[in-house]
């Protein structure tokens, strides 16, 4: 956006979309940002939420291209801060991967002192690489192959979290065959509904993941007695994007029985693992309380000083320290519709078409003139590629460009090549600096590793 920018009225959005009817859609954090603007204008830097300087976005996208993924280190920063800093008891904040894999991002994130929480061998790779220590990675995934359960303890990791009995097999198979004791954690399910996208809950019986108490009990007594393993925690994990305590209460209060009996039969643990999932607000969702979450938490813990305390967070380390640039192609006017066509696709930020999911979408420097409703749509060849549905939007051209907002988590992380379709480049900003962490795919890199 260019200086002196102005924000879409969300009032008028909400009212415009109210009587449209589009139920869900009705408020944006728009408003917010645009106070948010209003409180940093003249100065430079980046702007609240992890939104640019919006002198900066116009410049980024002249000379990267567009789409364009930009990130707010000092957001990263910021937000790991506050949640490690709520924390009154030994803990450890394990950086999920899976949200945004970028080594520039988990760099970010080792240096300021967070493990990592991996679900792959490439994440193990990736996190490595960007300095995580090995005692502060733990490795999660219900399907781990005996080769990534190999590269995980030769390198080493805090602990495995185990989610079957097979999986545990082939655990102690690998370390035996390593002459290696493998630190062991078993991922409890405690069927609790985290009220979260039906796409996105962990924690139910009916889900794929973990295994429930009586098995886990089953579980830790078996690891217990076999040489080549060695038990040091327990793992929960109920889903993303919650915005409500009380699951989170619920999941504490199952892990610490589950903990606690366990020490009364002789099997202690070092560490309690309740996973991540903290949500926020891309609508009008009241996100998660880190220090409400913290506290939530320790009480639920209150009475085993001893153990270490684990939390698994993505979403809200970087979702909001990121943007997609996107820029405008082509308008179109149908008898129903108004489509706004641009350069991003659901193949570099695939929320909206997975997950009807909503993010908050400002015009870069919009131009005055009547706002009126419209499809933020993309080249492929989906009626379900879309980045935006029915918003109210001011009069564009061709090559204006529009932020999408919130897309730092499973953003770039989950884009694709789908229709041949070169991924998108992604660009650091850090004190007031910026650089290319990603170059832009070509069309070469499409076709590179086929015979």
């Known amino acids: 956006m260019g200086r002196g920018a102005r924000c879409v009225d969300d009032g008028a959005e909400a009212r415009a979309q109210k009587r449209e009817g589009q139920v869900g859609l009705a408020r944006s954090d728009q408003a917010s940002a645009c106070r948010q603007e209003g409180r940093r204008k003249g100065r430079k830097g980046r702007r609240a939420g992890g939104e640019e300087d919006v002198s900066r976005l116009a410049a980024l996208a002249r000379r990267y291209g567009t789409p364009l993924y930009v990130y707010s280190a000092d957001t990263v920063r910021a937000r790991y801060r506050v949640l490690r800093g709520a924390f009154t008891r030994p803990a450890l904040v394990c950086y999920a991967l899976k949200a945004n894999s970028s080594k520039a991002i988990s760099t970010v994130l080792a240096r300021a002192g967070a493990g990592a929480d991996i679900v792959s061998g490439g994440e ?13 990675i733990v490795f999660s995934g219900v399907g781990k192959t005996e080769e990534e359960l190999t590269a995980g303890l030769r390198a080493g990791v805090k602990a495995f979290n185990i989610e079957s009995a097979e999986e545990l097999d082939a655990l102690a198979r690998v370390a035996g065959r390593l002459k290696k004791k493998a630190p062991v954690s078993i991922r409890l399910n405690p069927d609790i509904n985290a009220r979260t996208h039906p796409h996105i809950t962990t924690g139910r019986a ?95 813990f209150a009475g085993q000083p001893e153990l270490e305390l684990l939390v698994e967070p993505g979403r809200y380390l ?57 499809d933020v749509v993309g080249p492929v060849c989906e009626s379900g590629d879309f980045l935006a549905r029915q918003r109210l939007l001011p009069p564009l051209e061709q090559g204006d460009l529009l932020a999408v907002l919130k897309a730092g988590a499973y953003g770039f992380a989950m884009s694709s090549q789908y229709n041949s379709r070169p991924r998108a480049a992604e660009v650091l900003v850090d ?5 290319l962490i990603r170059r832009r795919e070509t069309y070469r890199d499409l076709t590179r590793g086929e015979i």
């Open 206 to 300: 009916e889900n794929k993941f973990g295994v429930e108490t009586p098995q886990a009990l089953a579980l830790y007594r078996r690891a217990a007695r076999d040489g080549r393993l060695r038990v040091t925690g327990v793992q929960c994990h109920i889903g993303s994007q919650i915005t409500s305590l009380a699951p989170y209460k619920r999941a504490a209060a199952a892990v610490a029985a589950l903990a606690k009996g366990l020490k009364g039969s002789g099997i202690p643990l070092d560490f309690a693992d309740l996973g991540g999932g903290l949500g926020i607000s891309y609508e009008d969702e009241t996100p998660l309380d880190p220090k409400a979450f913290v506290k939530t938490l320790e009480a639920a």
């Open 124 to 136: 193990l790779l990736r996190a490595r690489a960007a300095g995580f220590p090995s005692a502060r």
């Open 431 to 435: 004190g007031g600096k910026s650089r």
């Open 318 to 374: 970087v979702a909001d320290a990121g943007l997609l640039l996107t820029s405008v192609l082509y308008r179109k006017q149908t008898s129903k519709r108004r489509f706004v066509i641009v350069d991003g696709a659901m193949t570099d930020l695939s929320r909206p078409a997975l997950y009807d999911a909503w993010h908050p979408i400002q015009v870069v420097s919009p131009r005055r003139g009547k706002k009126t409703m419209a």
